[in-house]
């Protein structure tokens, strides 16, 4: 099982990156998630092409479970999460992958931001987006027991969806 986790906060090494790779490890304890951190990346997002930002698409296509993670901002998801969406392709780009969308923010205002911003777009690229999505307060998330608790309660539906996924996907 290849499980990533997709972070589009423009601080490098940010508390996004954390709830994230927890809720990853959360779903699958077993496997070590590969980070993708897309500030890294910086300007080469804008341009079609760059090797490092294919390589990092191959990766998030080819996995089963992805944990696609932004802060809050304007009341939806970075631009440079979005950045990254485009470039996959529209309808198959991610297909056969378990998306996970996430997000963190400073109050519950926004606690359906994704769902109803974040998921729609992982479904138009190909994604299978049948976990609900997670909002997180970005104070408190490594002590109030949210992402146990979601952990515990999708992990055996994230397996069995995720590995059904790709299998479908390769027959």
Not at 86 to 104: D, I
Request: charged fraction near 15%; hydrophobic fraction near 50%; glycine fraction near 10%.
């Amino acid at each position: 099982m290849t499980v990533t986790v997709v972070v589009g906060n423009p601080k490098p090494a940010s508390r996004t990156l954390t709830a994230a790779t927890l809720v990853a490890r959360g779903l699958r304890p077993e496997v070590e998630p590969t980070v993708i951190d897309l500030v890294e990346f910086g300007p080469a997002l804008l341009s079609w092409g760059d090797p490092a930002v294919a390589d990092a698409v191959r990766a998030v296509a080819g996995s089963e479970l992805v944990v696609f993670a932004s802060p809050t901002f304007k009341a939806t998801y970075t631009g440079l999460l979005k950045l990254f969406l485009e470039q996959f392709e529209g309808g198959t780009g991610l297909e056969g992958v378990l998306a996970v969308p996430m997000m963190l923010g400073a109050g519950p205002a926004h606690a359906l931001a994704p769902d109803l911003l974040l998921k729609p777009v992982l479904v138009e690229i190909g994604a299978t987006a049948a976990l609900p999505g997670l909002y997180l307060s970005d104070r408190t998330f490594t002590e109030d027991g949210v992402i146990d608790r979601y952990s515990g309660r999708w992990r055996s539906v994230a397996q069995a969806l995720a590995h059904s996924s790709k299998a479908a996907n390769h027959a």
